[in-house]
């Protein structure tokens, strides 16, 4: 069973960049998509984008101004960098294996990470 | 304001069946687009419940069943249990955003 480990800092400052990186480990990051969602404290679910193997992506239009999420296939990771942040970005952001769109039916978001929680403050 | 509705909140006593809406539109859910459903129990990751409208992943109890019309799709769950107290939340794929959407969720609380 494939497992995701989320890594990054815990603390960004508001109007800077938020890095993290999810860590794929008993299976290979390829041929699959993989997503970031992120859950702000007491809230909902909300899908940030997705990058494919190949380094195809997709975001949520809400955040693709701002957003970049890139693979790195020889360290089996792909990562996540949003710019300018604020508090309203302060969230739990879990990485997730997505298998919604390269199967028949489509399977979803079949392996989670564990999740690390970002809070944005100076 | 979230593309898929559900409704905030929902409750039951144990041993009662309870169904979870999901509300779309015609570029979602009506398009034909698949819904998955997640359960996120207390302090957890959310774990994958339904896939393809209508399919359980191994391991998921046959009390959980979901379904899909139009633009709405539904989660039930019957012979409510205690560990079933958790938020779900339901997810598709919009074509006039071209992104994946999750419903707002829905906390059922076994009375």
């Known amino acids: 069973q494939v497992q995701l480990q989320e890594s990054g800092p815990g603390l960004v400052k508001p109007s800077e960049t938020l890095s993290l990186t999810c860590t794929v480990s008993?299976?290979?990051?390829?041929?699959?998509?993989w997503s970031w969602i992120r859950q702000p404290p007491g809230k909902g679910l909300e899908w940030i984008g997705y990058?494919?193997?190949?380094?195809?992506?997709n975001y949520s239009p809400s955040l693709k101004s701002r957003v970049t999420i890139s693979v790195d296939t020889s360290k089996n990771q792909f990562s996540l960098r949003l710019r300018s942040v604020t508090a309203a970005d302060t969230a739990v952001y879990y990485c997730?294996?997505?298998?919604?769109?390269?199967?028949?039916?489509?399977?979803?978001?079949?392996?989670w990470g564990q999740g690390t929680l970002v809070t944005v403050s100076s | 304001q979230s593309v898929l509705t559900q409704p905030p909140s929902l409750s039951g006593a144990p041993g009662q069946r309870v169904t979870i809406s999901c509300t779309g539109s015609?570029?979602?859910?009506?398009?034909?687009?698949?819904v998955q459903w997640y359960q996120q129990l207390p302090g957890t990751v959310p774990k994958l419940l339904i896939y393809g409208n209508i399919n359980r992943p191994s391991g998921v109890p046959d009390r959980f069943s979901a379904s899909k019309s139009g633009t709405s799709a539904s989660l039930a769950i019957t012979g409510l249990q205690g560990e079933d107290e958790a938020e779900y939340y339901c997810?598709?794929?919009?074509?006039?955003?071209?992104?994946?959407?999750f419903g707002g969720g829905t906390k059922v609380t076994v009375l």
């Open positions: 997730a294996r997505d298998r919604y769109y390269d199967s028949n039916p489509p399977l979803g978001l079949d392996s």
């Open positions: 008993g299976g290979s990051i390829s041929p699959y998509y």
């Open positions: 015609s570029s979602n859910i009506g398009a034909g687009f698949d």
């Open positions: 990058v494919y193997y190949s380094g195809t992506t």
């Open positions: 997810r598709s794929y919009d074509s006039s955003l071209r992104a994946s959407i």
